[in-house]
Each structure stands twice: as structure tokens, then as C-alpha cells.
């Protein structure tokens, strides 16, 4: 039972029911709120409990200074949790690990489970291995299936042994897809105290692009999964009431443009703004005018500019976009009436109060790409191939060839190694890059004869699109661009077009309804005819699984060091993150995806030069080709209704034959494969008791690491691919993994073995106990050696020394990587000791246990003249046990010659709950005990 100070409590009748809800009306001031804080008041109002949230939160909110730089930390607590499997197998494993700590307690281990309703899709595992054909879809999902049974075997028990836990398995779609056609409530209901309660529907999500579900006006972002973990057993996550941009949209999308270009706009000039940590909310008169799809497309790019958030109002628009994916006529009017009470229903007549203001005239957006290497470095299409020679020298090498061209005649002369183009810098003499639109007159050229398996013979050159790929949450969830991509495919084939042989074509929809709205439109055999073949439903190329390129292509672009792109229709396009042999990476809506592939070059201006003849000999152009909005719209009317969302949505979590036919344990605890090695049972609830033991002072620790400033999670987290002679790569080998099979941290992050080996293992790492030396090394004080951190952290443990690690300022910064704490508590570190914190960051250090203290106001390690080697006592820590959280600890570091540096620490457990965690030994124990105790 909630506080209520406000006596916000109250009811709401729809269609003769009557839910529980807390008036925002009930406050004064909340009313001049942005939607996204109105959200955020409701849940304080709502889980107000005097103690972690109180009356002077939602005072805070009230009296929101819209100018302010943000400093008022509340505590938020989501609806509910939404995964991707990558990221959510090890939620799921300390789940069932605590399920068995409960039992050794003495407890029921069927007590946990997740308090939030917690749903997670299985979509980054497929790989487009197979591609092109008519069954490359099923041999994918194959495939996939082999590589992943272990995960899946876990996860299909995690769905049987779990209550409120729900897996989408895999070939259904993509997580942020799934979430706004059938997951996502709008308004939430829950029974409690005998009342049926009605609250909106908000979430985190452990994926960055959480964000797409903003488009249906539901608050949620991207988390870490210590945070998800979290939230998935009712506990709050911590934050800073933000600023709020006001993006205000007038006018309509021009003949000829998409949403992915209005998308990729917004994207450049939220960038140049500055969102990073800030909500974004959308208003005004053309609020109104943005389908739904859309409003997902932007939503879904809110990592992209930096926002935590990037929002819609529910509005008429929310409202028959909920009943076109199935959503029952119940729930359809209470999410109508719930906004229109609590003042969250959008009215483009009043503005609120923001903190800054933006506005874009949709009708100015034109036909852009983004890359070669950043989304936000958008490029309209007329200016492309321009702009493809300006970045080209970048990605060749020297001595090149440079291609003068014009319409009707081609120039080949070569250029000395001293000219700027040759030379790989950007155009001018004096090295600074061509002003905007002033491209560079010739390039880079590399005419390389290529030979396919079917014994096409052809060239391939710099710039060769060798990928062209309709992928990711972003643009496939979007009927106009998926529907405009299939028409473009039709009138291409009419005209006798086809793709160039070196392009690997692909099209992975987010969701079963795409399939659907394409058969009953007829566009599939055109698609399947150009290549675009279903390959699977999941992320695929926007995160790296694009698969091989053709082994003959491979050979030739990696003999030749060829620079080669893909384009895509995704949201990420950063260097190395599509294929190994791709140098360039373009985003581009769907349509224009397979205009790449039919030009087969970035090298290209698509008003100018015609993507070939039709069968009279007449050249065709992408205007002849380009649906007209019309077009699209008529199609999409006949084609998409609510049948299909109902039908195909039906039995979502029940999966295909080979799901069901997974051999999997049963019980209401898991049965670990000691050989497993990619699942296994972490270590954190070893000889737990039923009271935590005493929080001590930290004596005798040694430094792990001593680092720099801005040391990021991706720094710290294990990433990427394993390699052979890591402390991973030889645990893999040791229990008997070929190579080829290591797969990704990733995909093994359910194994702590493995993630515990690859923790601040990242080659950029930079330790100061070592000179000149980058990667998961330091020295090992106990042998006087170098030694990996891995293998140093073991030998420290075994010897009983507690270890710490030094940082400088903004430790932590990026991306909330649950193992960037996990693997530090697991190495043994007790204390982060560093300038300043990314927020997120030091909250999942005290999550597992990990003491995070700052050196006093303007002090760092240099200062007080600390090199690393010194041994560390800290005091005062046991205050914590008398319920009080110290604001200082003394810190006395004692170097070699005996000399002492002395300082007192400021303790960055900030909140109530933060102590209660740490006085527990972290997050996941002391909602255990809360569970036993509650029994």
C-alpha cells in the first residue's frame, strides 16, 4: 500500500469496470509537465512509500525547473521488462540461481519470479548464412537451432518454470517489433489490495532500441541487465529528473521522401543539438499527421541521437494503431480513457514546458543515406555519389588509381603517391576536407575481374555494394517503406532490372505480419526474383549478422583490399560492426536499399545514370521505378488489416515444431550440464545465510588496475569475438571447444567462466601498472610479473587479497554492460576508487557488491602522488552496519618504502535502497532475503 500524501488515489469507470488509479490533478503543477514527466509523477504518486520514494519527490517534479541542469535523483520503477536473448540468457540464469539459493535457505524456489511481467524474443541469434534462394529462411533457422540448442534449452525452461516470464522463440521477430504490435499495453492493469489497478505502461528493456515502443507513447529505454534484473523483481531504477527537448513537427513527408529520411534528419540535428541524457518529446499540430510506424522509426533512434527517451503522446493516432494490431476493445478504450483523465492525451493547443525547443517542417525532409561509418552523418541522396568520393581516400591505400568521370566519357590517370586523394587524406592540398557539396573530382579506382560460382564473369572496384540487406526494428515494423520497397522490386522486374551478381541480397522483417501484407499484396515473387528472399526474423545484419559474403567475393576483396560497402536498412553503421570485409556502411530506407543493390555501387548518382534497359533498350531510371506515395498507400490499405496481427499473434509464445521438440529438464529448479559451456551456474549466493554477515572495512587490497579517464563499459565488459590465446579463448579449448565454434562473448554470456576471463580484457585498455602495454594486462604484485587481470585476479583470490581499481573521471561511461560490474565484483574487487562516476555504472557496482568512492574534490591518483603499487587499507565502512551510510571513508595507501598517502573517500551510495543492497552483498541478495523473509 502506497504513502499517498497527495490522496491521489481514486477510481476510473470504463465500459462498466472500475480500476485504481492515482490522479496527477491531485498535485498542483504537474498539470504544465511534458507527457514523459507526467508519466514519471505518476509513478512516484503511485509507489510513494516514504522511504526510497516520498512526498518530496513528487515535489520535485511539481516545481520541475524546465532550465535547470538536472539534480534531483528519483526512483523509478517500471512496468514491466522486455529482453533480447543475448542479453536476457543471463538474466534468466541468476534467476534460477536464486531459485536455488532459496532452497538452501529453506525457502520454496518457486517464490521467485520475476514481480514485472518480464517477456523475452529471441532474435540476435540468426545468422544469414544462407541467402538468395527460396529456402534460405528454414536452412538459416537450422542452423541457428544447432549453434544456439544449449541457450534455447535453457530459456524454453525459463518459460515453463517462471511465472509473468514469457519467450518469444526464435523466426517470430524482431524484440522492439514484437513489443508495439502485441506486447505493449499502453496502460497497464494489475491486480492489488482487492482492486484492479490502472497505471501507464512503461519499460526497460536490455537493448538500446527499447526506445521504438515511444512511438505508442509508452516511457522506456535500454538498460543493462543488472538494472533489468532489477526491475524484473519490483525494484526501482535511479535517476535524474532530465531535461526534456520539445521537438515540435509541422507540415508532411514530400512525394518521393520516406520515414527513414525524416528519421535520418532528425538524427543529424538532434546530434548537433546535444540530447545526450535528455527525453525527447514530439508536439504539435503535426503530431497528428506522423503515422504511428513512423513515430516508431523515430522512436527506435533515439540511441542514435542520444536521448534517453524520444517520445510520442498517445493521441487518435495511438489509439487506431492499438486496434488495427488486435488489441481487445477493452483494452483499445481504457488506454483512451486513462490518457484523457490523467491529462496525457496530446492537445496541440497547449504547449508545455520544456527545457529547449527544436522544430522540423516535414515537408522540407528529402531522400537521404547515412554513413559511411556513423547514423548521424546523414547525406541527401543527390549529393551521394559526391560525397562517396570525398570519404573514399580514406579507406584506400596508397599508389591507387584515380577515376575521372563524367556522363558520357571515363578517364583513367594516375596520380602521384603525394596527391591528397592517393594519399588517403580528404581533398585539399593542405589536408582540411571539401566544403559541403564541393566533392573531389576524381577517386580511387581498383577494377579487379571477378568470377561468381555460376561462372558469371564481371568487375568489382572500390565502392562495390557487396551488401544490400532489409533489416532491423527500424524500418521494418514500417508498412510505407517495406510496402514502397516491394513496389520499387515489382516495377524494377517489369523493366527487366536485376541486382548486380557480387550483391548479397537479404530481407529479414521485424515481424510474421510483413510475410503477410507482402503475400496478400502480391510483391513477393518480385522481391524473391531481384534476390530479396526471406532469411529470417531477427536483427541479422544491423548487429553483425549479416554472415560470409560469397567466398569467391571474399577472396577478391580481401586480396585486392578492396573498399567495399553495404547498405542497410538499420540503425548502426559503425566501422567493423556489419562484415569483416566491409570498410563501408550506408543506412538507407528499404526502397532504397534495393536501388543499391540494382546499381551495385556506391559510385552512383541515381538521377543522372540509369540502373540499366528495359527490354526496348530504353534506359531506366530510379524515378521510373519509385512508387508514388499513392501507390504505396492504396496497396497498404488493401493489404495490411487486423486479422493478421490477431492471426499471426494467436500463440506467439508457443514457437514452431522445433522449439516444442527441444529436450528440456523440467522442475522448478534448472538442471546445469556440467560441460555446458555456455550455461552455467554463477557463484554469487555460495554460503549465503539467511542475514547478511557484517559489512567489513577493506584492509590489505592490492590495485587490479589503475586506468585513466573516460574508461567506458566497453572497455571494461567482455565484446566481440574470442580469441584463441585469451584467457577465454584457452578456457574454451581446455573444455574441449573447436575454434571455430568459440563463438561471441555474446552469445555466451550465461557462461560467468567466460565473461569473468574477458572482464577488462578489451585491446584498447590502457593500465598504468604497465608501460606502454594495451589490453587485459597488469602486474601481478605478488610475483612482481606481468600477468593477464584474469589470471592475477585468480591468484590474489587464492592468496586472500582483496584487490581495487583506480579510475580517473567519468568511470563507467557508455553503455549500462551488466558485466562490466558483474565481471569486476567476480575478479574480486572490492573498492572502484575514481574522480567521478557514470551514474548508471557506480548504481550496478553497488548492485554486485562493489564499493564505488570518490578521491575528495579536485584530488585524483596524481595528485596525491598514488603510482598503483601502494597496498590500501579503508575505514569506516562498517557505519553502513548501523543502518547510517557514511559520507566519507578513510582511504591510507602505503607505498613500498613504507610512506603513506592519506585521504577520506566520498562514499557514492546515494540513496536508501543503494545501502540496502550493499549492506546485503548486492541487489540479487537482498531481494532474496526479502523473498525468505516474506514467506
Known amino acids: 500500500m502506497s504513502t499517498d500524501s497527495f490522496k491521489s488515489r481514486g477510481t476510473l469507470d470504463v465500459g462498466g469496470k472500475s480500476y485504481e488509479i492515482f490522479r496527477l490533478s491531485a498535485v498542483e503543477g504537474l498539470e504544465r509537465l511534458p507527457y514523459s514527466l507526467k508519466i514519471l509523477a505518476e509513478n512516484l504518486l503511485r509507489t510513494e512509500d516514504g522511504k526510497n520514494v516520498t512526498a518530496d519527490h513528487v515535489r520535485a517534479l511539481a516545481e520541475w525547473d524546465a532550465a535547470a541542469e538536472p539534480s534531483t535523483e528519483i526512483q523509478f520503477t517500471p512496468a514491466r521488462v522486455v529482453m533480447q536473448d543475448f542479453t536476457g540468457v543471463p538474466c534468466v540464469v541468476d534467476l534460477a540461481t536464486m531459485r536455488e539459493a532459496v532452497a538452501e535457505l529453506g525457502g520454496d524456489p518457486a517464490r521467485i519470479n520475476p514481480l514485472a511481467p518480464a517477456e523475452l524474443v529471441i532474435d540476435h541469434s540468426v545468422v544469414i548464412d544462407v541467402f538468395g534462394r527460396a529456402d534460405a529462411f528454414e536452412r538459416n533457422v537450422e542452423i541457428e537451432y544447432g549453434r544456439n540448442r544449449e541457450r534455447y534449452q535453457f530459456l524454453r525452461w525459463g518459460q515453463t518454470a517462471f511465472d509473468d516470464f514469457k519467450v518469444v522463440p526464435p523466426g517470430t521477430g524482431i524484440v522492439h517489433q514484437v513489443n508495439i504490435e502485441y506486447l505493449a499495453r499502453g496502460v497497464m492493469t494489475r491486480d492489488a489490495d482487492g482492486v484492479t489497478r490502472a497505471y501507464p505502461d512503461t519499460c526497460v528493456g536490455t537493448d538500446s532500441h527499447t526506445t521504438m515502443v515511444n512511438g505508442l507513447g509508452v516511457l522506456g529505454w535500454g538498460v543493462g541487465g543488472i538494472e533489468a534484473e532489477a526491475a524484473m523483481l519490483g525494484q526501482p531504477v535511479s535517476m535524474l529528473i532530465p531535461r526534456v527537448v520539445g521537438f515540435k513537427l509541422s507540415g508532411s513527408i ?148 584515380i577515376v575521372e568521370s563524367s556522363l558520357d566519357e571515363s578517364i583513367e590517370e594516375t596520380f602521384p603517391a603525394s596527391d591528397p586523394i592517393a594519399s588517403g587524406t580528404n581533398g585539399d592540398h593542405d589536408g582540411t576536407a571539401p566544403a559541403p557539396h564541393e566533392h573531389a573530382t576524381g577517386r580511387a579506382s581498383r577494377r579487379v575481374s571477378l568470377t561468381m560460382e555460376d561462372g558469371t564473369q564481371t568487375e568489382l572496384d572500390h565502392g562495390a555494394v557487396v551488401i544490400s540487406s532489409i533489416t532491423s526494428c527500424t524500418n521494418t515494423s514500417n508498412p510505407s517503406v517495406m510496402m ?67 567466398e569467391e567475393v571474399s577472396k577478391v576483396v580481401n586480396d585486392n583490399d578492396l573498399a567495399v560497402a553495404s547498405v542497410l536498412s538499420g540503425n548502426r553503421n559503425f566501422e567493423g560492426r556489419i562484415n569483416p570485409d566491409v570498410k563501408m556502411n550506408y543506412l538507407a530506407s528499404p526502397p532504397l536499399v534495393i536501388a543499391y543493390g540494382l546499381a551495385g555501387t556506391m559510385d552512383f548518382d541515381f538521377e543522372n545514370e540509369p540502373l540499366g534497359q528495359d527490354k526496348d533498350g530504353q534506359d531506366v531510371f530510379l524515378k521510373d521505378i519509385w512508387p508514388s506515395a499513392a501507390e504505396v498507400e492504396q496497396t497498404i490499405a488493401r493489404s495490411i488489416d487486423r486479422d493478421m496481427f490477431t492471426e499471426d499473434y494467436a500463440d506467439v509464445f508457443a514457437g514452431d515444431e522445433r522449439w516444442q521438440s527441444l529436450e528440456t529438464p523440467a522442475g522448478d529448479t534448472f538442471d546445469w550440464q556440467d560441460d555446458s559451456t555456455y550455461v552455467r551456474k554463477p557463484p554469487y549466493f555460495e554460503g549465503m545465510s539467511a542475514e547478511p554477515e557484517p559489512v567489513e572495512d577493506i584492509s590489505g587490497a592490492r590495485v587490479l588496475a589503475k586506468l585513466g579517464d573516460s574508461v567506458t563499459t566497453d572497455h571494461i565488459s567482455p565484446a566481440g569475438s574470442i580469441k584463441p590465446d585469451s584467457p577465454a579463448g584457452k578456457y574454451l579449448a581446455e573444455h574441449g571447444v573447436a575454434r571455430k565454434d568459440f563463438n561471441s562473448y555474446g552469445s555466451r554470456r550465461g557462461n560467468h567462466e567466460v565473461m569473468i576471463r574477458g572482464t577488462f580484457a578489451n585491446i584498447r585498455l590502457r593500465n598504468q601498472l ?94 596525491l602522488g598514488l603510482d598503483g603499487t601502494e597496498i590500501f587499507d579503508i575505514s569506516g565502512v562498517t557505519a553502513l552496519n548501523e543502518g547510517t551510510t557514511p559520507k566519507t571513508v578513510k582511504v591510507v595507501a602505503t607505498k613500498e618504502n613504507g610512506e603513506k598517502v592519506e585521504f577520506d573517500a566520498v562514499v557514492r551510495i546515494d540513496t536508501p535502497g543503494e545501502a540496502d543492497y550493499f549492506r546485503n552483498g548486492g541487489i540479487l541478495q537482498y531481494v532474496l532475503r526479502s523473498l525468505v523473509k516474506a514467506a
Open 770 to 863: 604497465l608501460d606502454g602495454v594495451e589490453g587485459g594486462f597488469t602486474k601481478n604484485f605478488l610475483t612482481g610479473e606481468q600477468d593477464t587481470i584474469f589470471d592475477a585476479s585468480m591468484a590474489y583470490q587464492e592468496a586472500g587479497v582483496p584487490l581495487v581499481i583506480l579510475g580517473g573521471k567519468e568511470y563507467g561511461s557508455g553503455s549500462s554492460r551488466d558485466w562490466a560490474a558483474k565481471g569486476t565484483a567476480l575478479l574480486g574487487v572490492k573498492a572502484v576508487i575514481t574522480e567521478s562516476f557514470e551514474r548508471i555504472h557506480r548504481s550496478n557496482l553497488i548492485g554486485m557488491g562493489v564499493l564505488p568512492l570518490q578521491f575528495p574534490a579536485g584530488q585524483n591518483a596524481e595528485s
Open 254 to 401: 514530400p512525394s518521393g521522401a520516406t520515414a527513414t529520411d525524416v528519421v535520418l534528419t532528425i538524427t543529424e540535428m538532434l546530434r548537433r543539438h546535444g540530447v545526450v541524457g535528455k527525453f525527447v518529446e514530439f508536439y504539435g499540430d503535426g503530431v497528428a499527421e506522423v503515422p504511428l510506424a513512423n513515430r516508431a522509426t523515430i522512436g527506435n533512434m533515439s540511441p542514435e541521437f542520444g536521448s534517453t527517451a524520444a517520445i510520442f503522446p498517445i493521441d487518435q493516432v495511438t489509439v487506431d494503431y492499438l486496434r488495427l494490431t488486435g488489441r481487445s476493445d477493452e483494452q483499445v478504450a481504457l488506454v483512451e480513457a486513462y490518457a484523457k483523465e490523467q491529462g496525457l492525451w496530446h492537445d496541440p493547443s497547449k504547449e508545455p514546458v520544456f527545457s529547449e525547443y527544436l522544430e522540423l517542417d516535414l515537408s522540407t525532409v528529402v531522400p537521404s543515406i547515412a554513413g559511411p561509418k556513423r547514423p548521424q552523418d546523414r547525406i541527401a541522396l543527390s549529393d551521394a555519389k559526391g560525397a562517396f568520393a570525398d570519404v573514399l581516400p580514406n579507406y584506400v591505400g596508397e599508389h591507387e588509381q
Open 484 to 550: 514502397a520497397a516491394g513496389l520499387l522490386a515489382k516495377n524494377a522486374v517489369e523493366k527487366g532490372l536485376q541486382v548486380k551478381p557480387w550483391v548479397k541480397t537479404s530481407m529479414a522483417p521485424g515481424s510474421k505480419v510483413v510475410t503477410g501484407y507482402y503475400d496478400k499484396a502480391g510483391l513477393w515473387p518480385y522481391l524473391e526474383e531481384l534476390g530479396y528472399h526471406l532469411v529470417g526474423y531477427g536483427c541479422t545484419t544491423c548487429i553483425g549478422n549479416s554472415g560470409p559474403l560469397p
